[in-house]
């Protein structure tokens, strides 16, 4: 082979390399979507306390996560109306999240954003007229349910983004790990359920820590743990047997007024089912089942708590359902004003939507038996755009 | 990419004036070794008889009676030793210090596989850590080989030069051109693949072929041959379905060609570029399956006509490949160099240079038909490299040396200059303070009395200014819950520990906290462990009541302002650097800027030379 022909005979090879490289950098196509379990809703909700209505949202700029700030409104019992109540002092473009242990008092966590790697928390007695900082030295994780109060004692219950659990002493000081996603999932309990994903903490009325999470062997029972006696249990309410070869996630878990609330998600994909549960008590206590609310794919936004045993849930797409009690059934809410982050409810029945335009918040009233909202009030929220970065 | 954007402007004032300095300085340096040089060559020329004789021009190169440099190897090395001056003057624009990594680089390695940008990111990382001295060493490397091709046109120099530009050429392919981007989507020959660099590379390697090849025909056909196979598999790839060059506009949105030729237009320009490449782009979007089959065609056929290797065929193919170049670097290359950040003129002049060189080495004509050259004997050249060893034979190659090869060896040094400051720079892991002046700008030298403080450390034990007496203190103001700057300037000052070394025994870094809300000793607990400062042994985070850290936010002209809306504190970032005997001796803004790696880097090494500063006695 001459010099000349071992060169020519390489160009073939050098073409085809250069084709090669260019045929293969194709854009990859990804496969559709696989069907997973529903997650839990956004941030934004609404809390009740026996001083006055809670809610949380997002407002400011579309551009850039740091540019959007979540904020705490409050309507006091005393007034009737809603005003800012974001406590100062730490930028809340990580999220915000509350629990109230009873009573007047509510405790917001500022999940971290940036460069910051833990949550502050603040606490306030007087719907939001002065906040007391305090700290909780890991991450929250980003789920309305992260963080829940203890009825009376002042203690805190907090779920991480690491999946681990911690529990703080009286008056939110003093932390330390109650469990992990690892232990949990590995416990008798944890296996049972074929333990995901963690969804919630909370308390029970007497004070008992709750976990909530999303079960993948399809037990009987639905993934609410309670830790008692040093040892985490299965406590959640037992689902009819149609659901018997179905994923369940628990989207919402929290305590009011001597009733704890669960908000569950049975299958998946557009075959996800919702449904709500109540109980009074601790383990063994009984749950009570609502009707199930098939979601045909629609997504909840944001799942609220009204007083007694009411549930608003906003589905993507403008639309609501609420549903008053076990006894009761899903109502299909009036399409909601654009831009709706959440419902609170009011003291008198019916719902508050709260919209939100970049920085301005419209209240819209839902007053029982009406058909059309109407807007009775307007926030101009001052966000210090360009503040974090 | 992290670390290829160092976060500075590219238009900074601050960069911009160092770096036309460095250029200027080194230019100086430069004309000095050349003049030195010269003086030297005369001088030996007059003094060493041997001079007169000629003979043996050095590394082989022979001056009397030597071979003629055939025709295409003049116009490969002439014309790519103008295209690597021109290119290394175009390395010279102000904003290219800063503005390469970021707007050139990483733009170009973005849609490439992940080994590619992870490849790049390195370079991109090293060049944002040192921009001075990066901009400079590629300004004089490739002034330096275009110079040294233009002047050297035979023997072992002007084959040195050759490798020297392979060899620089496949850096610049590889970094600067991410490998031309033959390994993203989108690979089109009518855009620069497989990336302008390459081919300099290619004649650099033809240039350093032995004298015995360039009079043989085959390497004509060699040259001609492997251009039309990369032709006929460029027109293969453009014929690829699937890629979007066969739509001119499909649903209201450009094809790949139109997509971008209408981003090239958008490059500062005069507008009659401007409007040659829109109009264009128009067509395309009109016509574009018209556009994709003449390209298919026009590569197809041409590359058909190289691969034969015959004149008869090469010829009508040269003038067609030609027009086609020219064309195709007006209207879609759009020239390649404007809008202040072009690195070289694209593809298509030295596609043109390799093909007419390749036809004039398929020439018979061209080559002169003289003897073998002294070099082309191996043994022999192997003996002579020895014998060059002999101090006699060293003076007499250095009293024969002709102008090419003095003029080489300036180019050599004009290489040296650009690549010894940056080797120099890049043996240090820590970036150029000039990113940090940039971004925080000057600071004038104070003297006066720091004044006194007494507060708690974040162990809750007392710690007051005075108990810092006899060391320097470098002082900054945090908020223990901030998002942003405060983590920043806390990793900078974490940093600036380990760069004083033994010295930051002699060096308090204190931090008193901004937040009249979060100030308690958890708060900053929780903060030094996040930023991992409590293994830092000379680290103070002090804190107090709101009281006490009023009074010492007024002494040191801090405010702390509670935003509303879910907004941190608002607050100075300052330093001061306050000497053994408690005097303020420097006020530095430290507003991190962007915070990325290079400016971190680069805050931590300005505040260390500040510290360094104090520690010196007055």
């Not at chain 1, 045929?23 to 934004?44: I, M």
């Not at chain 2, 005997?581 to 300005?606: C, H, I, M, W, Y």
Request: proline share 7%; net charge neutral.
């Amino acid at each position: 082979m001459t010099r000349h022909t071992r060169l020519v005979s390489l160009l073939p090879l050098l073409a085809g390399t250069v084709l090669a490289a260019g045929c293969g950098s194709a854009a990859h196509q990804p496969g559709g979507p696989a069907a997973v379990p529903v997650r839990p809703p956004s941030l934004a909700t609404s809390l009740v306390t026996a001083t006055g209505t809670w809610a949380v949202a997002v407002m400011g700029g579309p551009a850039a996560d740091h540019n959007n700030f979540w904020q705490i409104f409050v309507r006091p019992a005393a007034t009737g109306r809603w005003r800012l109540a974001t406590p100062p002092g730490v930028a809340s473009n990580g999220g915000l999240v509350m629990a109230s242990p009873g009573g007047q008092s509510v405790v917001a966590g500022f999940r971290p954003s940036q460069d910051l790697s833990f949550s502050p928390l603040a606490t306030t007695d007087d719907n939001g007229a002065a906040w007391t900082p305090g700290l909780l030295d890991a991450a929250l994780a980003s789920v309305p349910d992260a963080l829940a109060a203890a009825p009376d004692s002042g203690r805190l219950l907090a779920l991480l983004a690491s999946g681990e659990v911690q529990l703080s002493g009286p008056g939110g000081t003093g932390w330390a790990t109650l469990a992990t996603h690892r232990a949990l999932a590995a416990s008798a309990a944890g296996r049972a359920c074929g333990l995901g994903r963690l969804t919630a903490a909370a308390f029970s009325p007497s004070g008992v820590p709750l976990l909530a999470g999303t079960c993948t062997h399809h037990p009987e029972t639905a993934g609410i743990f309670a830790y008692t006696s040093g040892t985490w249990h299965l406590a959640g309410p037992t689902l009819p047997a149609r659901y018997a070869r179905q994923d369940i996630s628990v989207l919402r878990l929290t305590t009011i007024g001597g009733a704890i609330t669960a908000l569950l998600a049975a299958g998946t994909g557009s075959a996800t089912q919702l449904l709500a549960a109540w109980s009074t008590g601790d383990s063994g206590a009984p749950w009570a089942l609502s009707p199930p609310l098939p979601l045909h794919g629609a997504k909840p936004t944001s799942i609220s708590r009204g007083p007694g045993h009411t549930v608003a849930v906003v589905l993507a797409g403008n639309h609501a359902q609420a549903l008053t009690g076990p006894a009761g059934t899903w109502q299909p809410l009036p399409a909601l004003p654009p831009g709706t982050a959440t419902l609170a409810p009011e003291p008198a029945g019916g719902w508050d939507a709260l919209a939100v335009h970049s920085t301005k918040l419209t209240i819209w009233q839902l007053p029982p038996g009406h058909t059309v909202w109407t807007a009775t009030q307007t926030i101009s929220v001052p966000v210090q755009f360009g503040s974090s970065g | 990419m992290p670390g290829m954007n160092s976060g500075v402007n590219v238009n900074d004032p601050t960069v911009i004036a160092a770096f036309k300095a460095a250029l200027l300085h080194q230019g100086v340096i430069a004309l000095v070794i050349f003049c030195v040089l010269g003086v030297a060559w005369v001088t030996v020329r007059a003094w060493l008889p041997a001079a007169q004789a000629g003979g043996q021009d050095g590394l082989g190169g022979s001056a009397a009676g030597a071979v003629a440099e055939p025709s295409w190897r003049q116009l490969l090395r002439v014309g790519f030793g103008v295209l690597w001056v021109f290119d290394g003057i175009l390395q010279a624009q102000p904003k290219m210090a800063i503005g390469l990594p970021s707007q050139v680089i990483e733009p170009s390695a973005a849609s490439s596989p992940h080994w590619v940008q992870h490849v790049v990111n390195w370079a991109g990382t090293t060049w944002s850590y040192h921009p001075m001295q990066a901009g400079a060493a590629a300004v004089w490397i490739q002034i330096g080989i275009g110079i040294w091709l233009l002047a050297a046109d035979r023997g072992g120099w002007s084959r040195l030069a050759g490798l020297v530009s392979v060899g620089w050429g496949l850096v610049v392919w590889v970094f600067g051109e991410s490998f031309g981007g033959v390994f993203a989507p989108g690979l089109t020959w009518l855009f620069g693949a497989p990336g302008a660099v390459l081919i300099y590379a290619v004649a650099g390697a033809l240039l350093a072929l032995p004298e015995r090849v360039w009079r043989d025909r085959r390497l004509g056909q060699a040259i001609l041959s492997g251009l039309g196979l990369f032709l006929v598999g460029m027109a293969v790839l453009q014929a690829w379905p699937g890629r979007g060059f066969w739509q001119g506009s499909s649903h209201g949105h450009q094809g790949t060609l139109a997509g971008m030729t209408s981003d090239m237009a958008q490059t500062p320009q005069p507008h009659f570029m401007s409007a040659l490449v829109n109009a264009f782009t128009r067509f395309d979007e009109a016509h574009g399956f018209a556009v994709n089959l003449f390209s298919v065609a026009a590569l197809t056929l041409i590359g058909a006509a190289f691969l034969t290797g015959r004149r008869r065929l090469a010829r009508p193919a040269l003038i067609a490949f030609t027009v086609l170049c020219l064309a195709d670097w007006v209207l879609i290359e759009d020239i390649g160099f404007f809008g202040g950040l072009g690195t070289d003129p694209n593809s298509m002049i030295p596609f043109i240079l390799l093909a007419v060189s390749g036809y004039l080495a398929l020439t018979p004509g061209t080559a002169p038909a003289v003897a073998k050259a002294e070099d082309d004997r191996p043994a022999a050249a192997a003996a002579s490299w020895r014998e060059q060893l002999r101090p006699a034979s060293i003076r007499r190659s250095v009293a024969a040396a002709g102008f090419p090869a003095v003029v080489s060896l300036g180019a050599l040094g004009l290489i040296i200059l650009g690549a010894a400051p940056m080797a120099a720079a890049q043996a240090s892991s820590h970036a150029d303070p000039i990113l940090a002046e940039s971004i925080a700008g000057s600071s004038a030298p104070l003297n006066f009395p720091a004044k006194g403080f007494a507060l708690t450390d974040q162990h809750g034990q007392p710690v007051s200014l005075a108990s810092l007496h006899g060391k320097v203190v470098l002082l900054t103001f945090l908020d223990p819950v901030c998002t942003t700057d405060c983590p920043l300037i806390a990793q900078e000052f974490r940093a600036v520990g380990q760069l004083l070394g033994a010295a930051s025994k002699q060096v308090e870094l204190v931090a008193i906290v901004t937040n009249p809300i979060y100030h308690q000793v958890a708060d900053v607990q929780a903060f030094d462990r996040a930023e991992q400062l409590t293994q830092v042994p000379n680290w103070l985070y002090l804190t107090g009541s709101v009281p006490q850290l009023r009074q010492v936010w007024r002494d040191y002209g801090i405010s702390a302002e509670i935003l509303p809306a879910g907004s941190m504190i608002g607050h100075q970032d300052i330093a001061y650097v306050i000497d053994r005997d408690g005097r303020v001796r420097q006020e530095l803004n430290t507003d991190p800027g962007p915070g990325t790696t290079a400016t971190k880097s680069s805050f931590a090494v300005l505040l260390t030379d500040a510290a360094r500063q104090a520690l010196r006695p007055s």
